[in-house]
């Protein structure tokens, strides 16, 4: 697929030192997501997904196999590459959201900007754009202690665009919110996806996070089981099908 | 169960518990030297020189009482930072809080007793061999020096002991009143300060008048006496706490609202200190004073040492006395750079010497003006026989030169030159010499004194023979004593100024941990991480740093008194200043090494 934003290939990883019982988290995993498009990866706990998503994100290495994000195969990049690689190709949000504490939502915006050494007007005028769209632009001043969960991950969503990433990982980014927030934050992300035509890949475990992808990888012990596409179908359509799929997948 | 559990936490944070018992362990050893010097009777008692600094000893003391106090406080809450994450799990698993305090209360103490015993341990070894090398580079021999003492063994266990068990009763009530989720999530909380502009400001003008008012009562110590020293301390320290509190933080926002802070991670950087600079301020104030008390020791130690050379030319009127000149002395003395030379008859009778008038007449007896009088140079001047005989001939300079030197004597009489004639008794010459510059012949002066000293052993009273090389003698040896306190003082409170400095700065690191762990994440380089890290603590180095030395270029003038004329507190503070900030900037190296490695994110490739 010349189009697509991450391409997986046989991708293995096993855990353990020499000498010691290894456990295989991913076994020869392949799967690709094309430019724009809205994936979900769905799995029990223990599945492989953080597994997976450490990998894409160059936080940990794979065992085999290879691993192209955005034309870059991050299994051969070292060192200052593999932080450039993150601060530049990839946008992050957490379950936890990982926001600075000492900063301001502005300064935690724009970190990702100042990183790489963006000049300060063009910087404003990022972070002004971003917030506007996640309306969060009363809160720039304010630090993340004065902020509530959904407004949290607001901010960390702006700093994980800001720049413009090839795509944008999310690792439970709903796992701490409420009911209102998450599907707020959702909201956002289809809206982000759709008119900036950013790929995203989101981790989760919750069906109605992922009834809003367009479509869905099942794993289950380290492969891939199954996959689902929205095509055409309502939401709340998608997320019966989702539930129905999940009811015998776990079977 | 319970105490299985704690053991284990203890093992998997081995390196952080290692920080902590080097730390402590060596401030015991540096208190278990001092205290040894501070109350070792038999060495202080056969040691002049240590008699008149006894009482620098005794400030000494009681000042490294007082930072050790502060400093076993620091260390306690890196302790408590590092573990109380722990004991709000065991209390969430179900422990019960009496269980969980026994817990805190016997790991702080074990904690302490092992530091103590190991850091005496240490400072018996240190006191061998560290002692004696700073001695002998100021070229000083002190008897009666042991390494192992034991009442200074007591003191030193007694008070780091104490001091552990308060701290553990502190750690105590600490954690009964901290709700579990206050325990769990302790470094997750960011308290932002908040700005009063106008008070701020308020309070920085106070500082600076309170400062300013400090260096005025140490420069106007003649008037004021004593009470300038406890002003300045209360009025410095007051002072210093209200400047930090206003300037720091506005500048910090101020640089916060510029371009430069949007660059890489400096508004990381600025982030950090801003919320860490609040928390700080009062251990900032005390390390700035506490490095200026250490430098100043340094400093007026070691200049006091260095520049005595240059008063000696004044302390008397002759730098040497030779009586009945052999071959080898007359040789010795060819080679001084004499100034003056006079040879006198004397005639011993009983404890009385007798002058010839004649000879004093011809060759009149010189005497030293006061130094007050003559702008510390040295001047020589002479009086009629008539004045002489009642004022100049009661002079000490004068009155020494009996053979007897300093031992039993009275007063000297001069007399006719048929009645000197006729007098009975013993017969000597004693030749006075008085050099130019008493520097540029140390050497020869040595010898010489050796030899006179070896002929005419001085009275079983006094060790003291005479001529200001005698004197120059003496004081450089109490100088030298002075100098030797000044650096172990100095280097004392260093050591534990950066340490204190040290653990605020590494109870930081759980909170670090997680910030350096997001930022690794968000794909920030290694090495602007490291470079982050260096500035940040570098700056937390510098504050004090800065302020110390500030303190002390005023805190000189204190000693301006002392050091009258051609001495003067300032004179070759460079050197002295290099050496410190050398020292401290080695401190600031280990900090910020062992932060790095508490700190850093582990690398996600093997390169």
Redesign the interface.
Known sequence: MTNAVVDVHNLEKTYGKAGERPYTALKGLNFSVAAGEFVGIMGASGSGKTTLLNML?????PTQGDVLVNGHDVTK????Q???????E?G?I?QDF???????AE?NI??????K????KV?DQAIQKVAATLSITDLLKK???QLSGGQKQRVAAA?AIVHEPAILMGDEPTGALDSTSARELLDLLTTINREQHMSVLLVTHDPFSASFCQRILFIKDGQIGSELKRGDQDRKDFYQQILTELGTFSE | MLTKLALAGVKNRRRDYLVLLAGLTMSAAIFYMFANLATNQAFIKANAVVKSASVVFGFGAVLLALITVVYIMYANSFLLSMRQHDYGLFMMLGAKRKRVGELVFLETLILGTVATAVGIGLGILASKFLVGFLLDQLGLHLSHLTSFYLPAIGFTAVLYIGLFILASLFNLTRLMRTTVQQLLHAD?????PKVRPVRQFIAGVVGILLVAAGYWAMASIESLQLTAIPLALVTITIGTYLIFHATVLAVIRGL?RT?W????????LL??L??RVHDYTRMLTIVSLLFAMALGAITVGSGYHRQMPMTADSLGSYTVAVHDVNAHQRALIKQLHVAHQATYTQKVVGKTTYYNATELQAQPFELAKPIQSTGGRAKFYTQSLKTFKKDGATRIDFMVLNPRKLGDFTTPKILSARAFRQLKGQTYRVTTVRIKHMQDDLKVLAQLDRSEQKRFPAADGGALTVGTYQSYQLMNGIFGGLEFIGYFLGIAFLAMLASCLMFKILSGAPGDLR?YA???????????MRGNLAKEIGILFAIPGIMGIVDVLFGLQMFKPLMAAPMSPYLGIGTTFLIFIGLYVIYYLITLGLYLNLVMPSE????
């Open positions: 994100s160059t936080l940990d290495t990049m070292r060192g200052n593999l932080a450039d690689f993150r601060a530049q990839v992050f957490f990982n926001l600075l504490e000492s900063l301001t300064e724009g970190l990702p900007l100042a990183l050494g963006t000049a300060s910087m630090y993340p202690a700093r | 997750q909380q960011a308290n932002q916060r371009g802070a949007h660059r890489h991670l400096n508004g990381f982030g950090q801003n919320f910030r997001m930022l690794n994440k968000v794909g920030v380089r290694r090495g602007l996600t490739r093997q390169d």
